[in-house]
Every structure is written in C-alpha cells, then in structure tokens.
C-alpha cells in the first residue's frame, strides 16, 4: 500500500487537535499501514521520555531580582507621601507605647501580681520583659522553660546544625548589643512568623535555605521573649525587609509549611498559657493601630484590648482543631506598617522577625462514609 | 478566614498597569515555576535560566502598558521568555549545560519516588540523556518541543506564542519530534514502543 498520508497528521492525532474529518482519515490509513503506524508509536514513545523530565521550580533568587527591580518604582511617589506616612507610623507607635503603658496599669491592680514599682524612665521593651517574668510568677501553668545557661546538648547541637550564632541568653545579657540592633528600626516591636509543618527539619532547612540567599544571619530567637527559649520550640531571630519576608513565606508555602504572622504580644499571651504546642490560628492579625487606620480613625486602647480579646477566643476556639487544616495561605502583608526612609537611602528597611518552627502531626486520613 | 477565590490573570494586568506592584507580584508567583522551567528545559542549565526568568518579568513588568489582553497573560510570558533566551545566546550568555550532569534535585517539584538504587540511577541517566537529545536540536525546534511536550500548550496557544499559523506549528512540531527521536535513539538505542 502507498502511503500518501501527510506524515504530520500523525502528531496532530497523537495531540488530539485534528478535526472529525482528519481523525478519521488518519485513523483509517493506520489500521493498513504498519509504517505510519509504527511512527506513531515511536513518536508516542519520544514524547513519553520527554515528559518524563522532571519539572523544576524557580529558585527564591528569581523573586529576589524581580522584587528588586520592581519595587524601586514603589519608591517614587511624592515627597508627601512619605513624609505622611513617616507621620503616621510616628503617631501609630505613640499609641502603641501608650497602650502598653495602660495596660501595665490594669495588670498592676490584678490581684496576686508582684510588679514592682516602675521607674517612669525604664525603656518599654524592659518593662514589658519584667511584665513577662511576672505572669510567669503568678500564673499557674506550665513550669517555667529552664534558663538557656540549662539547655541541654540537644539544643545545642541544634544551634550548630542551624549554622546560627548560638548566642546564649546570658551571653546576649551580658554583652552590650550588636550595632545591628542598636537601628533605632529594630527598636520596634518585632513580629512573630510561626512555620507550622509536619517535617520540621525540612521546615528549617528551607528557611536557611532562603535566608542564605539573602544574605542574612539569624539568631537563636530568645531575647525578645525574656530570654526564655523553649526546649521544642525552636525561634530564630532575623533582620528582614518586607519582600524578603513574603519570599520566604511563598517559599516556604510551596514546601507546605504554613506560615502565619501574628504580633508578638500574642506569643507571649499563649505562651504563658502553655497553648504553643500548637500552631495558632492562622487568622492574620493586625496591629491595634493597623486596624484603627483601616478604619479610618486614631487607634485607642480600646482597638488594643480588643484585639487582645479577639486573639485569645480565637486561640481557645481553634486549639483543638488541626492547623494545617484550617491555616489559610499565607497572608498578604499590610502595607504601610513602617515608614519608608528617606528615598535618598539604597537599602529597604529591615524589620525584626522571630521565626516560631513548630512540628505538627500529619492529617488524619478521611474515614470512608 | 477563608481566603478568597485568587483573581483572573485580567484583573491582576489591569491592577499592575495602575501601578499595583503587589498585584504583578501575584503573576510572578503564579507563572515563575512555569516559565522557570520551560526555559530550564530550553537552556539546559539553571544559570542561564534563572537569568532568563528574571530578565523575562523584569521586561514584562516594564512593557505592561504594551500588553492589550488580545492574548493570554502567560502566552505574553512564554514570548518574552523565549525572545529573552534568544536574546542571551546572542549576548554569548549560552553557558555549557554542566547541570544537566550535576544535581537539580533540590529545584525539582516533583521528585520521583524509586526505591530501587539501581533503576534510580538508570533513570536519571535516562533523563539526562533526554536532556542532552534536547539541547542538540536546533532552537526553533527545541522551543515547539518545550512548549508542546513538556508545557502541553495548545497548537493554538503555540501559533500565538510563536506568531506562526497553528498549521505551521503542527508541521515544525512533528520534523522536531523526528529529528529528537533520532537524536534519543543514537543515545539509547530505537526506544520501545509503549
């Protein structure tokens, strides 16, 4: 038999994109020619290895040099819109400060705490590690997590396989603080990313990974939280810019880890009620402050205590419930939270992020109906 | 909180054009992985590709305003993608594709799970060989091949990325698969029919 048939209808057939017509011509010809039919399963067989090529994914570095590229042009707005948003940010941590001074006060008044008299010049983050050191002395729960001085060779040989300066907490006490920290930017509260997997050795690795793309060193993460490491937990202290940050929680997404951010103020709050076994809920919480501008207004004390309120309901609410379950991607940042520097400074402005890696079990399988 | 449904690709554009530099942040993570290793694939080696990729969103992002939505967002990608690669290899930025016998392992979505050491390491070297029969193609035929094959696009969505008749694209496709089936079988013999 002669083969007349156009030899490139062959790859149309194998990729389904013939015609009624064509499909049934080519369909005919191959059942009384053993030639073209044979091509086809060669081509099939080609195409078969090809397709099983891996599929690679795009290393943290792409989204590093797009961001780079890309976000300067967030840079040129008007003079104005920085100097109001500087403003802002300046008025937002007035009220910050002041709400932590109220609420120091109606701790005062609690019965059973031991607060000592408070000098009105110590500096907020000292007040609010003794305001620390005392819900652990009046409070019922958990024994307190042994003084880092304690840890046992565990932790240690953790610190090393992190490749981190293992800086002890005393060491951290004792020795004056690094320049880095002493950026006024870093003065700021910093925030929580609690990493959530069910392999938390992968979890790490992948964090190092990225942060070594970055260039960044991390810390044992304790100082912010009194010093107070705890043994399971492992935290990690760095120094991020805000795209920096949503690299590493994409990343870290695509590792099916889920990462949640939530404010400092809340780890603490579950801390001291032995809830950071589990992930917390990974509902994005906004500053008091953040919140209040979003609505249009000055933030109060009362924006503060509110979110306290919502933090810790929805904490004993979703405590039981499986976090990755419920855990939603990770959250968008807020825009605006920091003010810009001044569009004469290079370099983004970093925030200080305590990283919370928590292990958690893998989901239960669906039972058959 | 239950997030909400992600936004179409037309949403994103028109947000991006109005200057939304978070909302182009969404293209990028949604088709980096995509072009990332299309142009992997095309290259061969993770340098010229992460270069490529980068340059490909960075030219994107700067030439929004000339994307009308007459085409797919990702068929604008893949374009410019391509065009990049050209444009590199005339540059002389075509690295030798030494990657291809190193380790890609930690960039790999999708990992293949082989107990058996043996048929593991013939695997890879199959891949590998695989690899090699690509990059020996000539580049008009080696990018059908990428964009069919191993990104399962349309012949209609290849007519568009190439600019070429969707009859051209069935014909270049099927000279390119002959010329890689003779490439595979010098390799590794005529390879058997599934």
Not at chain 1, 171 to 200: C, G, H, I, M, Y
Not at chain 1, 296 to 302: H, I, M, Q
Not at chain 1, 333 to 351: F, M, N, Y
Request: glycine share 6%.
């Amino acid at each position: 038999m002669t083969c007349d048939l156009q030899k490139d209808k062959l790859s149309g057939y194998f990729d389904g994109e013939l015609d009624e017509r064509e499909r049934a011509e080519v369909e005919r010809h191959i059942a009384g020619c053993s030639d073209c039919l044979r091509e086809l399963g060669e081509l099939k067989a080609a195409v078969a290895q090809l397709r099983g090529l891996p599929r690679v994914a795009a290393p943290p570095s792409v989204r590093v040099a797009v961001d780079r590229e890309v976000a300067p042009e967030r840079r040129r707005r008007p003079r104005w819109f920085h100097l109001s948003i500087a403003a802002a940010a300046a008025l937002m941590l007035t009220v910050s400060l002041f709400s932590i001074l109220g609420h120091e006060q109606r701790v005062s008044q609690e019965p059973g705490a031991t607060l000592a008299h408070r000098n009105a010049a110590e500096s907020p983050r000292a007040r609010l590690r003794r305001q620390e050191d005392s819900r652990f002395d009046a409070a019922p729960g958990p024994p307190a997590p042994p003084e880092p001085s304690k840890l046992d060779d565990e932790d240690r040989a953790r610190d090393s396989e992190w490749g981190v300066d293992a800086a002890p907490a005393e060491k951290n006490r004792a020795e004056p603080t690094p320049k880095e920290s002493q950026d006024p930017t870093n003065e700021d509260l910093p925030f929580v990313l609690a990493v959530a997997s069910t392999d938390l050795k992968m979890a790490r690795t992948e964090t190092e990974t990225v942060l070594a793309t970055f260039g960044v060193k991390a810390v044992t993460g304790a100082a912010e939280l009194g010093n107070r490491a705890l043994i399971k937990d492992h935290y990690l202290s760095v120094d991020l810019t805000e795209a920096q940050i949503a690299i590493l929680q994409e990343h870290l997404a695509r590792h099916k880890a889920t990462v949640t951010r939530h404010s400092l103020e809340l780890e603490r709050e579950a801390w001291s009620r032995g809830k950071l076994g589990a992930a917390l809920d990974g509902t994005p919480l906004a500053t008091a402050s953040g919140r209040a501008q979003g609505a249009g207004r000055k933030p109060t004390d009362d924006d503060a205590s509110e979110l306290k309120k919502g933090a810790s309901d929805e904490m004993a609410k979703k405590e039981s419930e499986n976090p990755l379950e419920h855990a939603p991607p990770a959250p968008a940042l807020e825009e605006g939270a920091k003010p810009e520097p001044p569009s004469s400074e290079p370099s983004p402005r970093r925030v200080r992020v305590i990283m919370r890696f928590v292990e958690v079990p893998a989901p239960e399988p669906a039972e058959e109906k | 909180m239950v997030p909400g449904p992600e936004p179409p690709d037309r949403e994103l554009v028109a947000r991006a054009q109005q200057g939304d530099v978070e909302a182009f942040n969404i293209l990028v993570l949604r088709y980096q992985d995509r072009i990332y290793n299309a142009v992997f694939r095309f290259c061969g080696n993770h340098e010229d590709a992460s270069d490529v990729t980068q340059r490909a969103f960075i030219n994107a992002y700067r030439k929004l305003s000339e994307f009308k939505g007459d085409a797919a967002f990702s068929t604008w990608m893949y374009r410019i993608a391509f065009n990049q690669s050209v444009s590199l290899r005339r540059e002389g930025g075509h690295r030798r594709a030494v990657s291809i016998y190193g380790k890609d392992d930690d960039l790999v979505v999708e990992p293949e799970v082989n107990h058996n050491p043996t048929g593991r390491m013939e695997t890879e070297e199959s891949r590998r060989q695989v690899q090699r029969a690509l990059l020996m193609l000539a580049a008009e035929d080696r990018r059908i091949i990428v964009l069919k094959d191993l990104e399962d696009r349309s012949y209609e969505e290849i007519a568009a990325i190439l600019d070429v008749p969707k009859g051209t694209v069935r014909s270049r496709l099927h000279r390119a698969r002959l010329e890689l089936r003779e490439k595979l079988k010098s390799f590794m013999g005529t390879p058997t029919q599934p």
